[in-house]
């Protein structure tokens, strides 16, 4: 089947992988929709760093067992449709429409749908799910929107970590995917002051048709000047980036770092201590707040569609991870296999 796989830092086009065959408690889908994250255009410019790094967390225990010398399939925002079941597998009849966390389970145990050199993710014609942790898509929803079911996922468990309550203000900082899908979430939960900071005018437009009450220019003077806010989201992920809301941020702030920094950050605990600034790092979502997101997109009380500025076939990966480095141009680029 055909597949777009990560070969020395380069999404490859490739017609000659083989079918994946589900085992128990696994069906195999064909792959409608699959949104490109900013986290797969990290691994392929950083993929030694990130192994790396998970390496010495896991204390030697393994890493993530991914071989940057053999192809790598990426992929984990999709949308499917069910083929078929492995042996002995109850699940919804062939041709249903679904989503799922991007987690396959197998004999072998849990794995992600992340980074692999063996399970294929959604940058391919088909792919594996596992039976119990399918979501049908509702009926009539555009499978382009449901793609957009995990990333929008990921600012939900932002903001439900921030705890924000409806009168507080919020600063977004960087809108990007995350920090566009934080928008969406803060607008959804009734927070009545969303301010939005970002560089790109582009990026600051797609905030406002997302929800963001007003968007700032970070370079026409410091957000913090006129935002005020209680919360501050940070979704930009360079270094530097905390040490500066931390310094700038008003006593008893609460700052959620979603921005996604790989290389070493330095910062001044004694802004943070000063101010008594309580910093809460985020990652990915809990299946409820998944299923969530899917319901709020179906259900329309989040609209998608803006986020949504580019399509390709696989033999368009590769130029794709190319032009998503312009963020005048593009968002969110979905892979039509
Ligand atoms: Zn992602």
Same mark, same amino acid.
């Given at each position: 089947?055909?597949a777009?796989v990560l070969r020395d830092?380069?999404?490859v086009?490739r017609?000659?992988v ?37 390496? @010495? ?10 071989d940057?010398d053999r192809d790598i399939f ?19 009849? /062939? +041709? ?6 991007? *987690? ?13 050199n063996?399970?294929?993710? +959604? ?5 594996? #799910? ?23 996922? *990921?600012?939900?468990?932002?903001? !439900?970590?921030? !705890?924000? @309550?409806?009168?507080?203000? /919020? #600063?977004?900082? &960087? ?8 928008? /969406?979430?803060?607008?959804?939960? +009734? ?19 997302? +929800? ?8 026409? &003077?410091?957000? %913090? ?17 905390? !040490? ?25 605990? %004694? %802004? ?5 600034? !309580?910093? @809460? %790092? ?15 997109? /179906? ?39």
């Amino acid at each position: 089947m055909r597949a777009s796989v990560l070969r020395d830092g380069r999404m490859v086009y490739r017609d000659d992988v083989p079918d994946p065959v589900p085992g128990p408690g696994q069906v195999l889908v064909a792959v409608r929709s699959c949104g490109i994250c900013g986290s797969d255009l990290h691994f392929a410019a950083h993929g030694a760093e990130v192994l790396a790094l998970t390496a @010495q967390m896991t204390r030697g225990g393994g890493g993530m067992g991914v071989d940057l010398d053999r192809d790598i399939f990426m992929g984990h925002e999709f949308s499917a449709e069910i083929l078929e079941a492995g042996p002995d597998t109850e699940t919804y009849p /062939a +041709g249903t429409l679904v989503t799922s966390l991007p *987690v396959l389970l197998s004999d072998k145990g849990v794995e992600p749908i992340v980074y692999s050199n063996t399970t294929i993710g +959604g940058y391919a014609e088909r792919m594996l #799910l596992s039976a119990p942790l399918l979501i049908p898509i509702p009926n009539g929803l555009d499978l382009k929107h449901a793609a957009l079911t995990e990333p929008m996922a *990921v600012g939900l468990h932002a903001v !439900n970590k921030s !705890n924000i @309550q409806p009168g507080e203000t /919020a #600063l977004v900082i &960087g809108c990007g995917p995350i920090g566009i899908a934080i928008i /969406a979430a803060l607008r959804r939960s +009734g927070v009545e002051t969303i301010v939005a900071a970002d560089f790109s005018p582009k990026r600051r437009e797609l905030a406002t048709a997302m +929800g963001a009450h007003q968007v700032l220019d970070p370079a026409q &003077g410091s957000p %913090f000047d006129t935002a005020k806010p209680a919360v501050v989201f940070e979704a930009v992920g360079v270094p530097g980036i905390i !040490n500066d809301v931390l310094s700038r941020a008003r006593p008893g702030t609460r700052l959620v770092v979603a921005g996604v920094c790989m290389q070493p950050d330095t910062m001044h605990p %004694f %802004f943070a201590i000063a101010k008594e600034i !309580n910093v @809460q %790092f985020v990652l990915a979502y809990t299946p409820e707040e998944f299923a969530d997101s899917l319901r709020a997109i /179906a259900e329309g009380e989040t609209d998608v569609s803006p986020l949504i500025t580019g399509e390709v076939g696989l033999d368009g990966v590769g130029a794709a991870f190319d032009d998503l480095g312009d963020p005048e141009r593009h968002c969110k680029i979905l892979v039509t296999p």
